[in-house]
């Protein structure tokens, strides 16, 4: 018989080992570890909302001051991270407790870039949501830095200034799309390029899709990563076209033309099936279907039609797109034939999508939630609710019953309640 001392040793271990399994094997559906969550499509695991927004339902659990930013929450198992911009010079990043909100740590470093035209008046505060490979936070700085953080302590790890590196201009916008992480690499659009990195060191791997950077410098859509004809490949919407990717090698599989408006090709390329979907700034909408034959790859468009997207991505359920659209209404759109099905009255001017199953939750610029089913036959608005008196343009999160609502100056943590549950 093993002594006292011993026993309650086993028993520790033991209790540490079942807990760390549990976290494991939950780990997926209570994380928000990049844009759009953690298969970058805005969906979202779990076995079912409740369908109503009612202060019953939803509840918030803190709220807690910050510096401006548009760039959503990244949310792990313990910890909510988040950035900001400071005094207009000085760009931040905090760790957030996920129960309390309580700060963690925060770092800092100088870094702002004053942005153009209409988007002047929005402001000019941090845009791309960071990354998250369970150690490290990646996290990209408006003056076009990478900047690789310890996710437990905050240290600075590595950092890439593609301004330096490559000689580019800086970017009008910043550094606008959010890192792809896959295996031991990241994807950025930076440096008026599309760029390959080491995740654990930074060094550059490749760089193609170079361009002069214009009047706008580096593009804005955040890539994906999916397999079209049979191919795994690296899906990115440029300023002016969209192309597939050889992930290792970075070779060009196939380009197209993509019209816009001063290049602002905003949205997160969609793929359905070996189709992608896209829609521009006072434009159109597209899919385009990828085939291969004797080794070479074929874009053919499918179709088009006159929804004008702008900045939302939207989510694809059953087979229809719901977007938001540049003239502030929601649409759905049949992915097979890209007839509209219905078309709503106005919102705000920027919604951030997610779903699960059948109910889309839809955050607005100006701090409005909606609760939306997702029927292709009608617009299904069920539910409607104030959130924020500040904008709103940062992305939703939604992990487990947790709804991360990151407001200009904010972070509000609400509980989504069960009705039944008690």
């Known amino acids: 018989m093993l002594p006292p001392r011993f026993s309650r040793m086993l028993l520790l271990i033991g209790t540490i080992t079942l807990l760390a399994t549990g976290l494991a094997k939950g780990q997926e559906a209570s994380v928000w570890n990049q844009w759009r969550g953690p298969t970058r499509d805005g969906l979202v695991p779990g076995s079912g909302w409740p369908a109503s927004l009612s202060e019953e339902s939803l509840t918030r659990l803190w709220r807690v001051k910050l510096d401006a930013s548009y760039s959503g929450p990244i949310v792990s198992s313990s910890a909510v991270f988040v950035t900001g911009t400071a005094d207009g010079k000085t760009e931040v990043v905090s760790a957030l407790d996920r129960k309390s909100g ?234 097979a034939t890209g007839a509209r099905t219905w078309t709503s009255k106005p919102f705000g001017k920027y919604s951030s999508l997610v779903a699960q199953k059948n109910l889309i939750l839809a955050l607005d610029q100006r701090g409005e939630l909606l609760l939306i089913r997702a029927n292709p036959e009608k617009f299904e608005l069920l539910g409607q609710r104030k959130v924020s008196e500040q904008d709103t343009w940062a992305h939703l999160a939604v992990c487990d019953e947790e709804v991360f609502v990151r407001e200009l100056n904010a972070l509000s943590v609400f509980r989504w309640k069960k009705v039944d549950e008690k």
């Not at 470093?109 to 990354?131: D, L």
């Not at 580096?218 to 300023?239: D, E, I, N, P």
């Not at 006072?282 to 074929?298: D, H, M, R, V």
């Not at 939302?312 to 759109?333: F, K, W």
């Open 102 to 335: 309580a700060e963690l740590w925060r770092v800092e470093w100088p870094g702002a870039v004053s942005v153009p035209f209409f988007a002047a008046s929005n402001g000019s505060w941090i845009r791309s949501t960071p990354a998250f490979d369970g150690e490290s936070l990646f996290v990209a700085g408006m003056r076009d830095v990478l900047v690789s953080l310890n996710a437990g302590t905050g240290k600075e790890q590595w950092r890439v200034d593609f301004v330096k590196e490559f000689g580019s201009p800086l970017p009008a916008f910043g550094f606008v799309c959010s890192p792809l992480l896959d295996g031991d690499s990241l994807y950025v659009q930076a440096g008026a390029s599309l760029v390959r990195l080491d995740r654990k060191t930074g060094r550059v791997l490749w760089r193609v899709l170079k361009d002069d950077g214009g009047m706008m410098g580096s593009a804005f859509a955040s890539s994906v990563m999916a397999t079209l004809a049979g191919k795994r490949q690296l899906v990115v919407q440029t300023r002016e076209k969209l192309a597939g990717v050889e992930p290792d090698s970075g070779d060009i599989l196939w380009e197209q033309k993509v019209p816009s408006f001063r290049g602002m090709n905003i949205l997160t390329p969609v793929v359905y099936g070996d189709g992608i979907f896209t829609s521009t700034y006072q434009n159109k909408s597209w899919l385009f279907n990828i085939s291969k034959s004797e080794g070479a790859f074929t874009v053919a468009e499918k179709w088009n039609n006159n929804a004008q997207g702008y900045m939302s991505t939207p989510v694809v359920i059953d087979g229809h797109a719901y977007l938001h659209l540049q003239n502030q209404r929601l649409t759905c759109i049949d992915l």
